[in-house]
């Protein structure tokens, strides 16, 4: 038997089997690892791939630097609002022809033939011979023309075409990659939300104090401190690796997503699927969500400041934000063995509010304090309790300003208060 150029097309599809086999156990291999589009020659209304390579989804390996004829730039129109673009490569199958001499019509052969001198770099001599090889049958289409008879990777979307025929694309794209820094938008997206977990975690360094761990509200946002910092520390790392993949950053983000779910007053949202050949259909709903989250969950409007009893009928409540404070309105629940309406039209009267280390004075001296008016309405994020009566401490920012970290606040309530209880909360500014 003589040796064939059949023997040597079967070997080809050996190998192309084992590989087809291997990538079934690698879902998500392909994608662009680098992608740059002309952006003058955009204006001019063409699109020209200045820097492409990656893996198409049938695993062929390409990179448009190794061509030895260019890729063909495509002239865009009107009629390609709202197409995407996509460059595209022949499928392969058994009664479908390899390669073709290259030419200016189109065809399905996956390689067109080039020629190249190639040199010996194994004898001495180094000999230089003339060589036809097999390149790659690439171009630049719009998807629907192409859906059926190519693999293909979206490079683009068109938005519109201005006036003097220069494309617009549309930002909200994110063609398919193996590195999620190939994409400028999901790598601004990436680096735009560790900058807000950094900035939230500083705040909430800052808040922590003020809520104290003593109480429920305070639990959880110490739980949700511990939940920031160890997303920023994962997140941090991955988007300081130069080849993340975007499925194992969804997968975190994701996770971190559900996460933060529980800690949300409203009923969980469905999270979005992950899609590799549109990751936009995935990452833009999954941002928007963690962002949502951030501020919502990670700035909290309410805390509650736990009060103790002292001597003489004073509650304290320890004080270690002096600045939140100041900038918050407190709110103060009370309850007692009482008619309603005489404990709130007689506390305002009883009451004194003022610094820990100078409530004795006030009350022996009856020096003035915050004024307590009752709350008409009861901000959405304070707590509603049955039996307690809400009133609000107007003059609390101006007392804060005499307040110290040993002192605290305190509160002192002159007269019979039969079985009393006093709850208090700072609400942020801004809120209510």
Known sequence: MFLQPHHFQQQDRYWQAQLDASRRWQPHQWGFTRLRIDSAQLKLGVVVLSECAGMMPDGTAFDLAERLTPLTALRIGEEWVGKTLVLALPLTGRDVMESRPMSSSPSLARYHTVEKTVVDRI???????????????????????????????????????????????????????????????????????????HQRQHQLRQKNALAGSETREGAGYLLFLLSVGRALALLTHLSRQEETHPETLFRELLALAGEWQMYAAQDAQPLPDYSHRQPERSFAPLFDLLQHLLTRVVNPTVFELTLRQGEFGIYYTQITDMALLRSATLILAVKAALPADVLRDELPAR????????????????????????????????????????????????????????????IHIAGEF????????ALAEGEG
């Open 123 to 197: 004898t001495p001599e180094g000999e230089a011979i003339l060589m036809q090889l097999g390149e790659l049958n690439m171009l630049l289409a719009c998807e629907e023309q192409v859906r059926h008879s190519h693999c293909f990777l979206t490079v683009a979307r068109i938005e519109a075409i201005r006036p003097d025929g220069g494309i617009v694309l549309d930002e909200g794209c994110i063609p398919p990659v193996l590195h999620y820094r190939c994409s400028p938008r999901l790598a601004r997206s990436m680096d735009d939300f560790v900058g807000r977990l």
């Open 351 to 410: 009451i004194k509010v003022g610094a820990g280390d100078s409530i004795r004075d006030m009350v022996n001296l009856q020096l003035p304090g915050a004024s307590v008016t009752p709350v008409q309405t009861l901000p959405k994020d304070i707590p509603h309790f049955n039996g307690y009566q809400y009133f609000l401490l107007d003059e609390a920012r101006a007392i804060g300003t005499g307040l110290t970290a040993a002192g605290g606040l305190a």
């Open 418 to 425: 039969p079985e009393g209880k006093l709850m208090l909360w």
